[in-house]
């Protein structure tokens, strides 16, 4: 009887281990998850993933004043080509269909709690009166099923697309559009502009640029660098790595990286055997998640703080202000969650959309870091500094309670 | 089908003699013995231990340092400590595969619960000890009672303590907790001399290693390799199967919780501390010797398993491998390692069919191997079937 149970066990086991691999790839702290760029990793898979032009656009960006009022960040666009929404224009009130790629992770929470709030808030109007979601739990298949059934099923006077991986899905919205009601696509892009408008922050590149150049600014050549990155092959996350590996490169800084999934334990292994083999001057990361153990890893080794660059999620700012260390908070915009919502009111009023709404995407400072710290008083640790939902009605307590609807 | 430890008892009376009859081995004999133990599927893993011990103070002799050391056992613990509850429940025959949602769990309690009263630490950790007594309740009664195979158990119970734990904290720590429940995992005690520190986390370890080698050669542990070997003697023999089972399911799970406690300390809380702990315990365990369906392993065994598994990581930080080709190098060495134990065994069972009396002689060579701690595995080589045939 043993014998005949083994090769079951060993299939089972087989199953469980490929399906956790599954599991792991999809599964990322990292907002827009795209698994599989096509190209392998390699050692030289910052160069694959470089594109000059988006580079140099996103570096542009970077600088631009955006246009829209100033204590609204959430309608600011850079550089926009307005597009023109007189079809879609009607009265009464409007549903709203959401296939959101996942909430598998703090920034996505963080935003799909602003959302809800936003659409409270929106209700009032009596424009959008009704929002139903589908959440795709990281999967493609499940997100294409998702758009397909608010096509045929849902109702819908419009759709918001989140897009769980670019190529994957770029077939589904197409069919939304389609229906010609109003698509709204968010985060992450996909490969067709018939959505009425994109929005999404400026880009992986700038953050790049943004959080090397810090680093560079602040060392010396020949100093050591290491680079904590959640895992390889998800176009933004590669974007951010492609540009700041590149200029690491040309100002002489010896950079070494390691994909950690975001994992606390994992960074601070990682960074611990960096400083068993010397010492180490800076830490870049692709992604917030994580930071405080890479401070504490220096901690415990006893040695002098790097000059670093985390996220503006919120532990990594309360360690920075408690060590007062030389450090940096790169921004993937939360209050992009706003936006689209937004945007589905202007469209259904017949307002002007950007087609590709850009959104301001600024680091926090050492100087904006105390306001930021304030603003956000009594939030959990993995809550985003710039989710910008302060003027909507459920703040601080939704946040604070981190009720995820 | 050469069922081995229907009788614990008869076993260690057999292995007794043989240890006495060691000392008497001339000096070529025991280098011939040592390398005969190095090839052993067991000594293998002991032997790539060392290889990579040795390849990571080449590369960084400072690694060697007992400060430097003492830091590596204090980041092996935790998972360690969990693979050493996983053994308890593969030896039996079973999986659980609730283990990281478990870390997990704890972790995420401590951080909602502690906050940074001090105070709370005590009633939190009794509070933890209660989850993790009930997830081995539910996941082994669950498994023998209800005859779920614990494969689905676990994986259920994994999703359900993910799913709640993610409900009740919105996915997210409020904080690290108070700084003198992070002491468990990330303090020590400073200014020993010689070595330096001894953090918390290696005495924690310590004291699970004595527990587990104490349980696994108490009745219960013997019982639970019976089962593990052939359930239906072992009930014929007269064992509780299901309250053993289910007792190897608590012991799991609270070793899980031993391990969320520590890394409490170690890495700070977060949703991802924990993650994959599962198949990192049972690729440590298999690594170490024990085999998958139960019957066969050593508590001592699946600690080398996770220290090779943990020194392995090391040393793929140590070395100028690019982080993309990690994953892959690691996969590779793990297979490597456990087909050579299944090779061995294989071969060696084939010898065991053949020829009856040079596998007496190879048994009863065999308990030293690892000396005390082998002991109940020993039984479940080929040779002890071919002397009991």
């Known amino acids: 009887m043993r014998t005949g149970l083994k090769p079951v066990l060993r299939t089972a086991v087989a199953v469980v281990g490929a399906s956790a691999l599954i599991a792991l790839a999809g599964c990322t702290t990292d907002p827009t998850v795209e698994p599989g760029g096509g190209e392998g990793g390699g050692e030289d898979s910052s160069e694959e993933w470089f594109d000059q ?19 609204k960040p959430y309608l600011q666009m850079i550089s926009p080509e307005m597009g023109d929404t ?39 109007n009596g424009v959008i009166t009704e929002m139903e979601t589908r959440d795709a739990q990281d999967n493609d298949d499940t997100q294409i099923a998702d758009i397909d059934y608010f096509i045929s099923e849902g109702d819908c006077d419009g759709f918001i697309i989140s897009p769980n991986s670019t190529s994957a899905i770029t077939p589904a919205v197409e069919r939304a559009c389609k229906t010609d009601k109003p698509v709204i696509v968010f985060d992450r892009g996909v490969e067709t502009d018939c959505a009425v408008t994109f929005i999404h922050p400026i880009g992986g590149f700038a953050w790049g640029i943004d959080t090397s150049q810090f680093l560079i600014d602040n ?16 176009d933004v996350l590669e974007q951010r790595w492609a540009a700041a590996d590149k200029l690491f490169g040309e100002a002489d800084i010896d950079v070494v990286d390691y994909f950690t999934e975001g994992d606390p334990a994992e960074i601070k292994k990682v960074v611990s055997d960096e400083l068993a083999k010397g010492d180490v ?38 360690k920075w202000k408690e060590t007062e260390m030389t450090a940096l908070a790169p921004v993937y915009t939360n209050f992009q969650w706003r936006t689209p919502l937004l ?35 009594g939030m959990p640790d993995g809550h985003y500094a710039k989710f910008g939902g302060e003027d909507l009605s459920g703040f601080p307590e939704v946040w604070q309670d981190r009720v995820i609807p | ?73 204090q980041r092996v613990a935790p998972i360690a400590i969990v693979a050493i509850g996983q053994y308890f429940v593969i030896v039996s025959g079973e999986f659980d595969l609730s283990m990281g949602a478990v870390v997990t769990a704890q972790v995420m309690t401590v951080g909602h619960l502690v906050g940074v009263d001090e105070s709370k630490t005590v009633p939190v950790l009794f509070v933890l000890v209660g989850i993790g007594i009930l997830v081995g309740l539910i996941n082994g009664l669950a498994t023998t009672l209800l005859r779920v195979p614990s494969f689905i158990v676990t ?27 992070r002491q468990i995992g990330r303090g020590g005690f400073e200014n020993i001399p010689l070595i330096d520190s001894i953090p918390y986390a290696v005495l924690v370890l310590a004291a699970v290693i004595l527990l587990a080698v104490w349980l696994s050669r108490r009745p219960f542990g013997r019982t639970l390799t019976a089962i593990g070997d052939n359930s239906a003697a072992a009930t014929f023999a007269g064992s509780r199967v299901w309250w053993t089972k289910t007792s190897a399911f608590v012991l799991s799970s609270l070793s899980a919780t031993v391990a969320g406690v520590l890394l409490v300390g170690f890495a700070g809380v977060h949703p991802s501390v924990g993650q994959g702990y599962e198949f990192t315990a049972i690729t440590a365990v298999v690594l170490g010797g024990v085999v ?33 080709m990690r994953d892959a190098i690691q996969g590779a060495i793990i297979i490597a390692a456990v087909a050579y134990s299944g090779v061995v065994f294989a071969r060696r069972r084939k010898r065991s069919r053949t020829s009856t009396s040079t596998n007496s002689a190879t048994t009863s060579a065999d308990p030293t191997t690892t000396s005390a701690e082998s002991a109940p595995s020993t039984p479940s080589t080929g040779g002890d079937g071919a002397v009991r045939q």
């Open chain 2, 292 to 324: 998958l369906g139960g019957g066969r392993g050593t508590v001592l065994g699946a600690l080398t398993g996770a220290f090779t598994l943990e020194a392995l990581f090391t040393l793929l930080n140590f070395t100028a491998v690019p982080a993309t």
């Open chain 1, 281 to 318: 001057q800076g830490v870049w990361m692709d992604a917030g998640d994580g930071a405080v153990s890479a401070v504490e890893a220096f901690e415990d080794a006893g040695k002098d703080y790097p000059v670093m660059t985390g996220e503006d999620e919120l532990s990594f700012l309360r």
């Open chain 1, 343 to 377: 945007a589905a009111e202007m469209i259904f009023n017949g307002e002007e959309v950007p087609t590709e709404w850009v959104l301001p995407q600024s680091p926090i400072t050492a100087e904006d870091l105390d306001e930021y710290l304030d603003r956000n008083e």
């Open chain 1, 86 to 124: 007189s079809e879609f224009e009607s009265d009464g009130g409007k549903k709203m269909c959401f296939a959101n790629a996942s909430i598998s992770n703090p920034w996505r929470q963080t935003g799909w709690i602003t959302m809800n709030e936003q659409l409270k808030d929106l209700k009032k």
């Open chain 2, 1 to 73: 089908m050469t069922s081995a430890t229907g009788h614990p008892q008869s076993v260690r009376a057999q292995s007794a003699p043989s240890r006495s009859g060691q000392s008497r081995l001339g000096v070529g004999d025991r280098m011939t013995e040592w390398g005969r133990r190095a090839l052993d599927p067991k000594g293998i893993v002991v032997v790539l231990l060392i290889v990579i011990l040795l390849a990571i103070i080449v590369l960084n002799p400072s690694f060697a340092e007992p400060g430097s050391l003492m830091r590596f056992i």
């Open chain 1, 53 to 71: 032009e988006l580079y140099d656009r996103q570096f542009e960006e970077r600088d631009v004043v955006p246009d829209g009022p100033e204590d």
């Open chain 2, 155 to 181: 994986l259920g119970t994994m999703l359900v303590i993910h799913g709640a734990i993610m409900w009740w904290t919105g996915g997210v720590a409020t904080s690290n907790p108070a700084e003198n429940f």
């Open chain 1, 219 to 234: 060392l010396d050549a020949g100093d050591k660098v290491v680079a904590l990155r959640i895992l390889p092959g998800v």
